[in-house]
């Protein structure tokens, strides 16, 4: 059943397909859901899982499920966060959904965002789902430019799909490598955890002093 890591490690003799499936695809929806809209849950890797799980199904149908849930889950939790953002925007007061994005936007990414948005529009938000830390800069810069919510999704619907695709594809060249779906999963998140901390590596190494 395509699902998390946990649900991966369960044989699929002891559980119906037909009941991890009605367990699990509202649990994807859900948990990614959820981690666009706080951004600490590893939501990559818990497509990716779950693309190794449909990928060793008889099911054609798996993957296709694991796909439109994941970027359905990912547009809506997008679309929620800026139009929460937009209303702090717009308030006296501010709010703490925007509050939150501020702070996990640091200046000089956020300085870069805003000029390459200026420069490339719409482009720019398919970019920035695929780059690791790179949606909330983004987003960040197309609250500032004060870009209406139709707009901001018009460009986050490829986004989101491009995405959901790139993980999945993660998930299946894992599911693909191992006989057993949970060997799969564990080659899916270490991958997709690495690719994560790439960027941050790559700003430590920047700002290192030079001998």
């Known amino acids: 059943m395509p699902l998390l890591a946990a649900s991966a490690v369960t044989p699929a003799s002891v559980v119906p397909t037909s009941t991890q499936q ?21 939501t990559g890797a818990l497509v990716s899982s779950a693309a ?13 499920m694991v796909f439109l849930t994941a970027s359905l889950a ?36 956020l300085a870069q965002a805003q000029e390459k948005l200026a420069a490339h ?13 790179g949606r909330i800069p983004v987003m960040l810069a197309c609250l500032l430019a004060e870009w209406p ?5 018009r460009g986050n619907l490829p986004a989101c799909l491009a995405w959901a695709v790139t993980y999945q594809l993660i998930g299946i060249l894992g599911g693909s490598l191992f ?8 080659a ?24």
Do not use: C
């Open 188 to 211: 899916a998140i270490a991958l997709t955890l690495v690719i994560s901390a790439v960027p941050s590596v790559m700003r430590r190494v920047r700002s290192s002093p030079r001998p």
């Open 52 to 64: 190794v799980v449909a990928f060793h199904q008889t099911s054609p149908l798996s993957l296709l």
């Open 74 to 109: 990912a547009f809506l939790g997008d679309a929620t966060l800026y139009w929460l953002g937009r209303r702090g925007l717009n308030s006296k007061n501010g709010s703490r959904w925007l509050e939150a994005l501020r702070a996990r936007a640091p200046e000089d990414r």
């Open 121 to 133: 529009g719409v482009a720019v938000l398919v970019l920035s789902r695929l780059v690791p830390a």
């Open 22 to 42: 009605a367990v699990g695809y509202p649990t994807l929806f859900l948990l990614v859901l959820v981690g666009a809209l706080v951004p600490v849950i590893p």
């Open 149 to 153: 919510l139709r707009r901001f999704s």
């Open 179 to 186: 006989d057993e779906p949970w060997e799969g999963v564990v």
